[in-house]
């Protein structure tokens, strides 16, 4: 059952980003794309501990996207547990809205301002000491792209969360191979990226980050591992969910599209979303 | 005073009082040390944090501290938590305006002879630049430790611009400063000196050697935001000399030069710094100064060209 909740809520949650990207006309539908199943996952699998309404909660989990640009995936999600007003999602982009295609804190729910690549972890390691050492149990998910590993300060943290134990903070890495100019290993090789993370002390774990099952059991182990921080790579495809734009780095930015095409789309996410109990 | 009382120990002292009893105080070091540190690590192991040779890691992690309700210190030489993690300053502390205190040690060339790479001659410009921060130069103990309580008391973003070495006393307490950002050091007449920092002593020098023309001479310790009483003070002068151990370029006479043009203030102003390149000579800090354009005779020079060309 909980398999088919998740479906449904993945469907509701590309065709409500697809609405506020294609209304707006601006944002990264691809990087946003990539990330469904596993926001759905962690916040709707029973992961991410959160009190609804309340984001300013102080022993609630901490998410940070540090791509920023694909910030955008926690806006539906929070207005849907009551952290932010759901009229904001009509007004995405717009000068009368809060929500933005890079999120910052002045947004409710909103644990730290991204968009620069190479902070998220860093943050992450400071929310992840603070939790431990105030005695929160806080646990702290950070969203890297995998384009963000070549960020040197992205090291620095990772040498620092391993050294200093945070087993309360878990790397999810988005792998869908594709950064602007194309596949990361033909730009700039990356790989082998598992045992990177392995050798700087972190536990790891690799799924299909569009299974939900590979998901929930990778977030269910996190707090039964090794004792240090955790990366789950996920392995994932660009623009997932909608064919245009799949695995096709064009549409890592909003690229435009007739009016035909637009109601095309939307009306197969509608469907798919019906179509599921 | 005692030489041996350097700006980092006098401000670590201060803070490691208030850590003591302030839980939530976090001093974070990029491998930089100093005795009065010792005794934080000693006595306040989890209040102190290694952040390995990592400064733009540690500007990143004092964001995600701060935001837990930490009230955070970073520290490490100066060029290195300057301009090294300068995008870290502005996107992770900046932008999400958050209180963290950046001691950066060994401004100028103070650092000599290790050469450009350890100097730090453009942080003025740079920090200044980055919106909503405050930055701070200390001239000698007292000012270091006014520096140190405002932090405590007032926390905000800020950059304290530390000598690397001991400088002789400018205060002989701290309420000699007051509250206004700059004090009058000297007070003259016709010319006024601005200065901060270790080339306060060297303006200080070069005004008593002009006993002719009997300038002013103004220690601004806070550089930005620029108290607008200054700016107001220096329309009673005939001209500005202002003295800075950087580059010109966007420095401390150009933060003079932008307060004075907003409110439409004209009077000559003679910019006195470091000219536009990189020191790799041997020879110490005074010697760079003294055959760079700072020397105390320098600065009297500008000051008595200056009286004579304002007064025509």
Redesign the interface.
């Known amino acids: 059952m909980a398999e088919i909740s998740l479906d449904k809520k993945a469907a509701w949650l590309r065709r409500v980003i697809f609405e506020m990207l294609s209304k707006a006309e601006q944002g990264h539908p691809g990087s946003v794309l990539s990330l469904v199943e596993i926001m759905v996952t962690l916040f709707y699998g029973g992961i991410f501990r959160y009190k609804a309404g309340n984001p300013e909660d102080p022993g609630r989990d901490r998410v940070i996207i540090s791509k920023g640009h694909a910030a955008m995936i926690l806006y539906p999600i929070f207005a849907d547990i009551g952290f932010l007003d759901k009229d904001e999602l009509g007004l995405f982009g717009t000068p009368e809205g809060i929500l933005r295609i890079f999120s910052n804190t002045s947004i409710p729910g909103i644990d730290a301002t991204s968009g620069s690549l190479g902070h998220g972890l860093g943050i992450g390691a400071g929310y992840a000491m603070a939790a431990k050492y105030d005695g929160q149990p806080s646990r702290v998910f950070v969203v890297l792209s995998e384009g963000e590993m070549y960020e040197g300060s992205t090291w620095e943290s990772a040498l620092f969360a391993s050294h200093r134990e945070l087993d309360n903070l878990v790397v999810i890495l988005d792998r869908n191979r594709n950064i602007i100019l194309g596949d990361t290993e033909e730009s700039l090789r990356l790989e082998p990226i598992e045992e990177k993370w392995q050798s700087f002390g972190f536990d790891v774990v690799s799924v299909d980050g569009h299974s939900f099952s590979e998901l929930e059991e990778a977030f269910e182990n996190i707090d039964n591992l090794n004792g240090g921080p955790v990366a789950i790579v996920a392995n994932t495809v660009k623009g997932k969910g909608i064919a245009l734009m799949e695995d096709d780095a064009s549409w890592h930015y909003w690229q435009g599209m007739d009016t035909a095409t637009r109601e095309m789309i939307q009306s197969q996410l509608q469907a798919v979303e019906e179509a599921i109990q | 005073m005692n030489k041996e009382s350097f700006q980092r120990d006098i401000f670590i002292e201060e803070i490691f009082q208030a850590a003591r009893i302030d839980r939530n105080i976090f001093f974070i070091s990029a491998d930089f040390g100093a005795p009065a540190l010792d005794d934080f690590r000693a006595q306040l192991p989890?209040q102190f944090?290694h952040?390995?040779i990592?400064e733009?890691?540690m500007?990143?992690?004092?964001?995600?501290?701060?935001?837990?309700?930490?009230k955070v210190y970073v520290y490490a030489m100066a060029p290195f938590i300057t301009l090294r993690c300068l995008?870290?300053t502005k996107?992770?502390l900046a932008?999400?305006d958050l209180p963290v205190t950046i001691l950066a040690v060994g401004v100028g060339l103070g650092y000599a002879d290790a050469g450009p790479t350890h100097y730090n001659t453009e942080d003025i410009a740079c920090m200044r630049s980055i919106v909503g921060l405050e930055v701070w130069s200390p001239c000698d103990e007292a000012s270091t430790r006014m520096m140190a309580k405002k932090t405590i008391l007032e926390p905000a973003l800020r950059v304290i611009r530390m000598e690397r070495h001991a400088l002789p006393a400018v205060y002989r307490s701290e309420e000699d400063m007051g509250q206004g950002g700059y004090t009058k050091i000297q007070n003259g007449s016709g010319i006024c000196v601005l200065s901060c920092g270790h080339m306060l002593h060297r303006a200080l020098e070069a005004a008593d050697r002009c006993t002719d023309v009997n300038p002013s001479v103004v220690d601004v310790f806070r550089i930005k935001p620029l108290k607008q009483e200054l700016v107001d003070e220096l329309s009673t002068y005939q001209g500005v000399v202002t003295v800075e151990e950087q580059c010109l370029s966007g420095g401390f006479g150009s933060a003079i030069l932008e307060g004075m043009a907003d409110v439409g203030l004209q009077r000559p102003v003679r910019r006195l710094g470091l000219p536009e390149r990189y020191f790799f000579e041997n020879g110490g800090r005074d010697y760079l100064l003294d055959n760079f354009g700072l020397a105390v005779s320098d600065i009297a020079e500008a000051i008595s060209d200056l009286a004579i060309n304002a007064a025509k």
């Open positions: 989890e944090v952040s390995g990592s733009q890691h500007i990143d992690m004092a964001a995600g501290l701060t935001l837990s309700g930490k995008e870290q996107t992770s932008l999400m």
